[in-house]
């Protein structure tokens, strides 16, 4: 309790220097410019409710259920949103295929259910055309290697379906990549790994190495010669833990072309697990430094987690950051 409530008053310094006008400003902008989150759960929510679009009406305000509704992506200007089809580690070697092919499901019936609000999206073109008729673009990424059951055949299906990334780990090992959270069994990326790059270059799938080991990070800037991109992460430098990116990984995105898109995971922010929005900034900044600015992005997985900074609990909040 005593840790909420100084992270209430830092929050609420933090904020004091912003003036309406201000707000205002960052308002307009985010009106008049495309932004694109790398990766929101709102799919795993539907999935906890039996995939019942009713269970969760989204034209409604659902502030203290969810953290996403049409309303507050409204808000936040969100103009593009990359939907986490995730299954967990648990489904590995079961039906993580079907489960995974259920998540895709509900995508395309929030898109059939509000054709007035969202607009399934594949290449580049398709979300200019989205943000053009007012619509927000919906891509999909899977978020982990455990969902193609060691299958280039799936893989290929899934691009076909839509689907334009793929996390190569969640919280587990696959047979072919190591996680950040177990201990190492193939050294990086297996060959069967290398793979799996190789054909996810050659579809224009884009590879994701949130949630993997630091050399799995680094084999697949090594393998791949499409840009990399870190759908949701924040920095070593800032709480070391394996999760989140080292210096050196996120330097080498520069000559990779990729990004780095920051996650709004209190806990991986500051070693407290407090943080404002000031610490979202800050991870922003570091990676200028290391890569440059067209190499930082975000990816705040809402719906994913609970721990999120003082003032952006919900999608409505990323005028904050500008």
């Known amino acids: 309790m005593i840790a909420r409530i100084i992270g209430f008053l830092v929050f609420v310094s933090f904020t004091t220097c912003y003036d309406s006008a201000t707000l205002r400003r960052a308002q307009k902008l985010h009106a008049t410019t495309l932004l694109i989150d790398g990766h929101n759960d709102l799919p795993l ?3 906890s409710r039996g995939y019942n679009l009713d269970a ?10 969810v953290q996403t509704d049409i309303q507050r ?5 969100v103009g593009g949103q990359f939907w986490s089809v995730y299954i967990g580690c648990n489904f590995q070697d079961l039906n993580a295929v079907q ?10 019936q929030m898109q059939h259910r509000y054709p007035e609000t969202f607009q399934i999206a594949t290449t580049a073109d398709e979300v200019e055309s989205a943000y053009a008729s007012g619509r927000i673009a919906s891509l999909l990424g899977i978020e982990g290697g455990h969902q193609i059951d060691t299958s280039l055949g799936t893989l290929r299906m899934f691009f076909r379906l839509g689907v334009r990334y793929m996390t190569l780990t969640h919280n587990c090992n696959t047979p072919w990549s190591d996680a950040q959270s177990e201990a190492p069994v193939n050294g990086g990326l297996s060959d069967f790994g290398r793979e799996v790059i190789h054909e996810m270059n050659r579809l224009g799938m884009m590879v994701d190495i949130s949630h993997t080991s630091h050399v799995t990070m680094r084999d697949a800037l090594d393998f791949s010669v499409a840009p990399i991109i870190f759908s949701h992460t924040c920095l ?12 050196d990984v996120i330097f080498r995105l520069q000559a990779n072309g990729g990004i780095a898109m920051v996650t709004f995971v209190a806990s991986f922010m500051t070693p407290n697990g407090i943080a404002t929005v000031a610490d979202v900034v ?8 290391l890569a440059g600015i067209d190499h930082a992005g975000l990816g705040g997985d809402y719906d994913g987690t609970n721990s999120l900074p003082i003032g952006m609990e919900d999608v409505s909040g990323y005028p904050l950051i500008t």
């Open 73 to 77: 992506l409204r808000q936040g200007g």
């Open 56 to 65: 969760l009406p989204i034209h409604t305000n659902l502030t203290g259920i």
């Open 45 to 47: 929510q539907y999935r």
């Open 99 to 108: 489960a995974t092919m259920e998540q895709i499901d509900i995508v395309y």
């Open 282 to 289: 800050d991870q922003i900044d570091r990676i200028v430094l």
């Open 236 to 247: 070593y430098n800032f709480v070391a833990i394996e999760r989140n990116a080292p210096d």
